[in-house]
């Protein structure tokens, strides 16, 4: 059986299409994004199917247009947008969706073309300066979603969001009054950072949204507990995502508003981390540091910055049997020393200039980062069909919401 991959905007049929079916059929020059539209379907479906809330998709992990449509048809209906950017983006392709415009921060002509021009009536804030400036905007509108954002600890996610942005506790009680004495209905929010890698995270998170419902005396109407929700990479291997979800529901259900209230979540990386992945090719090999030919500049920011670790897999026909492996680091393709992925990345021992390997799980800030500095950056995108390497959505998850696919949905590792 034949199935279609796209390359260059044309149709092309190969046979079990994969990534080293398009090394084998390409042998490109430059870096190729691989993307799996049944992997960010089965994602969304799992979330609209099994989160007992409202999901919305923070644009930013991936603002692909193609993704937020096929986000759109598998029920994510509401999207978290953080500028005026992603605001008219989302409107342009998905006119009937529902934005929130929850960055905390916001310059008045953005919140006021937000809310006259593209119809968003959600906005976050964590001050009283942010509060008035809405409330001008909007010409002190009365239709407005509001949600305070509180500050929560960010000790159990990969990377902290817990400095820049949330009302202190000292503040969140007289800011919740404020906000309810202006707002159509009235939310609070929350981060627990990226890749938060128990659900704890999120019950310890709720415990504060219950002291400041408290101690304000506030009806509230939305709970967001934002993002966080992780992927699989190596040496990250996180709890089943339903465990996240029942301890969030049970949290909810304990507040004293839960009866009245809905239940937010935004989901970034985890609706779109396994949705694409990268084709690179080796340029050069010296001792075990491999240069190839993306990296800091472009899809592997992360990966030189934080230093995230992707897993990758050597796509090559001949790969001897038996072959050992070893830890390598990569440098990117510009003349900048920082362009370098310390890893470790482990690869066969015996990889060479001309090898291609597919770093994966990028779907999640690969092409939201990239960059040309250097004259580098172009990429092309190819549609494959078969499996990323690593998932958190289980065959018998897939099964119980109705995704079918001819691969297992299982870890390629």
């Given amino acids: 059986m034949l199935f279609p991959f796209i390359f260059w905007g044309s149709l092309e049929l190969y046979e079990n299409t994969d990534a080293l079916a398009v090394v084998r059929a390409l042998r490109p020059d430059e870096p190729i994004t691989l993307l799996r539209p049944h992997a960010a379907t089965r994602a969304a479906r799992f979330f609209v ?16 247009p193609a993704l937020l449509e096929l986000l759109w048809n598998a029920g994510i209906t509401h999207f978290d947008v953080a500028s005026l950017g992603e605001v008219r983006l989302v409107n342009k392709f998905l006119p009937d969706a529902k934005l929130c415009f929850m960055h905390p921060v916001k ?13 968003v009536r959600t906005f976050s804030l964590d001050s009283r300066d942010e509060l008035e400036k809405i409330v001008r905007a909007t010409n002190g509108a009365t239709d407005l979603e509001l949600c305070v954002r509180i500050r929560v600890s960010s000790e159990h996610a990969k990377l902290s969001l817990a400095s820049k942005f949330g009302a202190d506790p000292s503040e969140v009680a007289d800011l919740l009054v404020a906000t309810r004495q202006v707002a159509d209905a009235l939310g609070i929010c929350f981060h627990v950072g990226s890749q ?21 005396s506030v009806t509230v109407d939305i709970v967001d507990v934002g993002g ?5 990479y190596p040496g990250m291997e996180p709890p089943p995502l339903e465990s996240y979800f029942d301890v969030i ?21 985890a609706l779109c981390a396994e949705y694409a992945s990268l084709l690179v090719r080796v340029e050069k090999r010296r001792g075990n540091e491999l240069y190839i030919n993306d990296g800091a500049y472009g899809s592997l920011f992360d990966a030189a910055h934080v230093g995230w670790r992707f ?43 001309g090898d291609y390997i597919e770093v994966g799980m990028l779907g999640a800030y690969g092409c939201a980062m990239r960059t040309e500095f250097n004259g580098f950056g172009e990429t092309e995108t190819v549609v494959v069909e078969d499996e990323p390497m ?21 870890s390629k590792k």
């Fill in 49 to 64: 199917e099994k989160f007992q809330g409202k999901s919305l998709y923070a644009v930013k992990a991936n603002p692909s």
């Fill in 107 to 119: 310059s008045e002509r953005a919140i006021s073309q937000a809310y006259h021009n593209h119809g």
């Fill in 196 to 216: 938060a890698m128990t659900p704890a995270a999120f019950s310890e998170a709720m415990e504060h949204v219950r002291a400041a419902i408290v101690q304000a």
């Fill in 228 to 232: 966080g929700f992780p992927s699989v």
């Fill in 249 to 269: 529901h049970n949290a909810f259900e304990d507040l004293p508003i839960s009866y009245s209230a809905e239940l937010w979540c935004e989901p970034g990386r």
């Fill in 311 to 353: 897993p990758v897999q050597l796509q090559r026909s001949d790969t001897s049997i038996g072959t050992q492996m070893a830890e390598f680091s990569f440098y990117g393709p510009t003349c900048d020393d920082m362009d370098h992925m310390v890893g470790p990345f482990v690869l066969p021992d015996d990889i060479q200039a």
């Fill in 390 to 410: 690593a998932t958190l959505y289980s065959r018998s998850a897939a099964n119980d919401i109705g995704v079918t696919n001819r691969h297992a949905l299982v």
